[in-house]
């Protein structure tokens, strides 16, 4: 009898065997960023779940060991490590045919349970929903405020969007990328993942900007799990195993400039870096043209590639910053004239807007745009803007017709407040004497910084075009 039970047992066990689904999870680590995480590591490697699992670390180090992950050396031929690890990310299909469901997670997750056959159950495509963000353009500007990848690339891959019909402002979800479950073998899947592997090897490494769209282009509906990345039932993040890692801010440029004499440094700084006990990468981290990429969002001539290419965030911004108050006002005025440098309304409206993208994190200045005319710069009485403000802390004159010199100082100067500047951007370069001119008619009074304008229609920069009246009384 007990033979005949022991044989049923052994049938029952098999059969549950040959039912049992088997899954692949999987993490990327390559380049030198971090120590490899145990996903184990809460739990135990002993915990058993009701599905088969399978453990796999994508990475270029040789060095790598682990209880839990095997290793599969990755080698991507002419793409950045950055880059390069999100391709298995982006399609498993092409790596774990063999398999029907897989998990992939960062390196930076541990799991606080074993994955099981509810988690994967009836699912094609799952993840958890942003727990800060709601869109993808939202998190394109974090990117960039936090210098997690270069301004001009978030910039570009953002005008790509808009001109084919697909602006991120749009696309009404976020899906963290830090844990996906895929039934990967899955068309739209596959789809999903070619069209997602694209984008990121022709624009941003930040998966998250490309992640939703390329989703909705391909048809592949994410099921969203309860909770988000910070608080569910399957997972902890983000740990750090070794307590220290490079972040995506880190301007290895700054570093080997700052560790120029050490050999180390300058051969792999980010290697370097973690072998060492600073304890924070905040003095390395890149530092970004935020104005610069306000402009590019909105369209702006005040940047260097919105018509007529005016350049002149760099200044501006510094102009920006140094004033916190949030009590803040700005004038940004033009001159209605028929110089082909003269500015439009339409420029004024989108420096108004970049100037509001700038500040977007913090408070909104009071914004005030005016276009007025030459004979009005010639009145000696002061400037009136429309709705009753009379002083500003801010002021930025563009395209002022240079033979206005003489008078534009005398008009604008007196609604600084106290400390204020005044920007002034002409249309044509001012010789020593103009320069003379348009400062004595107020008694030399404040620092007048001297800079170079830049235009479409000329081919280098003209000298002497931009001024900054800093009022110090």
Not at 135 to 155: Q, R, T
Not at 278 to 293: A, C, G, N, V
Not at 331 to 342: P, T
Not at 398 to 425: A, C, R, T
Request: glycine fraction near 4%; hydrophobic fraction near 35%; charge should be negative.
């Amino acid at each position: 009898m007990e033979k005949i039970i022991n044989s049923i047992m052994d049938i029952l066990e098999q059969k549950e065997n040959e039912e049992k689904i088997k899954i692949v999870v999987y993490t990327v680590l390559i380049g030198s960023k971090e120590a490899l995480n145990n996903p184990l590591q809460l739990i135990g490697t002993e915990t058993k779940s009701d599905i088969d699992i399978d453990y796999y670390c994508f990475t270029d180090n040789k060095q790598l060991s682990s209880p839990t992950w095997k290793f599969k050396e990755l080698n991507v031929p002419l793409v950045a490590a950055e880059k390069a690890s999100r391709l298995p990310k982006a399609k498993p299909h092409d790596f774990f045919p063999e398999y029907e469901f897989s998990i992939y997670i960062d390196n930076t997750v541990v799991f606080k349970r074993l994955p099981c056959k509810a988690d994967i159950q009836g699912k094609i495509f799952a993840g958890f929903k942003h727990p800060w963000r709601s869109n993808p353009s939202d998190e394109a500007d974090i990117i960039v405020k936090s210098g997690l990848d270069e301004y001009d690339v978030i910039a570009k891959q953002l005008d790509f969007y808009n001109q084919i019909g697909y602006p991120l402002t749009e696309v009404k979800q976020l899906t963290a990328g830090t844990c996906i479950i895929r039934k990967h073998m899955n068309d739209d899947v596959k789809n999903f993942g070619d069209l997602w592997w694209q984008q990121i090897l022709q624009f941003s490494k930040r998966d998250q900007v490309s992640l939703d769209l390329c989703a909705q282009i391909s048809n592949c509906k994410i099921e969203y799990l309860e909770g988000d990345k910070t608080q569910n039932d399957l997972f902890l993040w983000p740990v750090v195993t070794s307590g220290k890692r490079v972040l995506a801010s880190f301007d290895s440029d700054k570093y080997k400039w700052i560790n120029s004499a050490d050999p180390g440094a300058t051969a792999n700084p980010k290697k370097d870096f973690l072998e060492k006990n600073e304890e924070s990468t905040e003095k390395y981290e890149r530092r970004q043209p935020l104005f610069e990429y306000a402009c590019r969002r909105n369209g702006s001539s005040l940047s260097h590639t919105a018509a007529p290419r005016r350049a002149l965030s760099h200044i501006m911004e510094s102009l920006l910053i140094t004033n916190s108050d949030t009590t803040m006002s700005i004038l940004i005025a033009g001159v209605s004239c028929s110089s082909e440098y003269a500015v439009s309304t339409e420029e004024l409206i989108k420096a108004q807007e970049a100037i509001k993208q700038f500040f977007r994190f913090s408070f909104i200045p009071n914004i005030v745009t005016a276009m007025t005319e030459s004979k009005d710069i010639e009145d000696p009485a002061p400037f009136r803007a429309s709705g009753g403000q009379s002083t500003f802390d801010l002021i930025f004159l563009l395209g002022m017709p240079s033979n206005l010199h003489g008078k534009v100082l005398l008009k604008f100067s007196s609604l600084l407040n106290k400390n204020g500047k005044l920007l002034i951007d002409f249309d044509e370069s001012l010789s020593i004497e103009n320069i003379l001119e348009m400062h004595s008619p107020i008694g030399y009074k404040g620092k007048l910084d001297i800079f170079h304008g830049q235009h479409i229609l000329n081919q280098y920069v003209t000298p002497n075009s931009v001024f900054v009246l800093h009022n110090n009384h």
